[in-house]
Nanobody, 126 residues
């Protein structure tokens, strides 16, 4: 099982970025993918989740209305479109998967997934 996040960078407040999560070694169609972030000095938090089996998605309150998660099973990829970025969105972003989670309706920011990729840095600054 492998996951790799990419697409991070430096962006001004109010700007946008699209993160990508490339996956391999498992059937993306059947399992949830979560996006997490960890800012310096803070705990890691889950910000979004998508599950193909029931079409469920989850967004934390901090990103709801600004971030959109999507997936392309043919490309074995999941994306996180981040709009209206704020300084507090600055963090290392990770994607992860879990073979036990049956729906993102059960996902919460402290939910700990089993398999993780290396993160990508997102910096929001003027």
């Amino acid at each position: 099982v492998q996951l790799q996040a990419s697409g991070g960078g430096l962006v001004q407040p109010g700007g946008s970025l699209r993160l990508s999560c490339a996956t391999s070694g498992f059937a993306l169609d059947y399992f949830a993918i979560g996006w997490y972030r960890q800012a310096p000095g803070k705990e890691r938090e889950g910000v979004s989740c998508i599950h193909n089996s029931d079409g469920s998605t989850y967004y934390s309150d901090s990103v709801k209305g600004r971030f959109t998660i999507s997936r392309d099973n043919a490309k074995n990829a999941v994306y996180l479109q981040m709009n209206s970025l704020k300084a507090e969105d600055t963090a290392v972003y990770y994607c992860a998967t879990d073979f036990e989670l049956s729906s993102c309706s059960y996902f919460r920011p402290r939910y700990d997934m089993d398999y993780w990729g290396k993160g990508t840095q997102v910096t929001v600054s003027s």
